[in-house]
């Protein structure tokens, strides 16, 4: 079945650490973008990436790196700088263009140890 | 993006239908309405969307007024698994590009009751 995948489902960093949370998808999409999710907040943008080999920053790009070397994939290191990384993450893709809504993975929940 | 107003909570008899309004009074012609749900510590799931006309697909129905000012969304068979935070979102559809942020806004957590 077409969709997307994020993995892990749970995952903990120490601090100083890096982690990268890992969101492919088979449904053929151009457009991939990253959302962060605090509890009981709505979604905000971190990145986005309209094609392979090119991203743009969200609102909240400070802290995190992605990286768009093929068009299924687009991984999403949170850095040690960011100073408040527990939250969920979610990963999402689309055509590029027209009205066609953005589809959801199931979520990375990601805490700090 | 235009903003979206909706009441944080509702309830609904399974089996009747749920009428989930929303209001969005400042949406501008190349908007979207956009609908989805969330289920606790899942990622959204999309519903439905729609510029001006009505719309209808295997999940529910989506009623925009003819000024476009508000929307309402229709489950017409509530389920409990039915029972989520849903979300009502405009979006700008540019048909060259998609630079696509979705603004979701705290959403109407609908409760369905046996």
């Known amino acids: 079945d077409g969709g997307i995948t994020q993995s892990p489902k749970y995952l903990f960093r120490k601090e100083g650490q890096n982690v990268t949370l890992s969101c492919e998808q088979n449904?053929?999409?151009?457009?991939m973008y990253w959302y962060r999710q605090d509890p009981g907040q709505g979604l905000r943008l971190i990145y986005y990436?309209?094609?392979?080999?090119?991203?743009q920053k969200g609102d909240i790009a400070e802290g995190y790196s992605v990286s768009r070397e093929k068009k299924e994939s687009f991984p999403l290191t949170v850095t040690s700088a960011q100073k408040n990384p527990t939250a969920f993450y979610l990963c999402?893709?689309?055509?590029?263009?027209?009205?066609?809504?953005?589809?959801f993975g199931d979520g990375t929940r990601l805490s700090i140890l | 993006d235009a903003k979206t107003t909706q009441p944080p909570s509702m309830d609904c008899a399974e089996g009747r239908a749920a009428n989930l309004p929303c209001n969005h009074s400042?949406?501008?012609?190349?908007?979207?309405v956009y609908w989805y749900r969330q289920i606790h510590s899942q990622g959204p799931q999309y519903i439905i969307h729609?510029?001006?006309n009505n719309e209808t697909n295997e999940m529910a129905s989506l009623i925009i007024t003819e000024d476009r000012k508000s929307s309402t969304l229709i489950l017409p068979h509530a389920t409990l698994r039915d029972t989520a935070v849903y979300y009502c979102?405009?979006?700008?559809?540019?048909?060259?590009?998609?630079?696509?942020?979705?603004?979701f806004g705290q959403g109407t957590t609908l409760q369905v009751k046996p």
């Open positions: 999402a893709s689309s055509t590029s263009g027209g009205d066609q809504p953005q589809h």
């Open positions: 449904l053929n999409h151009d457009a």
């Open positions: 990436s309209q094609i392979v080999n090119d991203f």
């Open positions: 400042t949406i501008s012609g190349n908007e979207y």
């Open positions: 729609g510029l001006k």
């Open positions: 979102i405009v979006r700008v559809v540019e048909w060259s590009s998609n630079t696509g942020k979705l603004i």
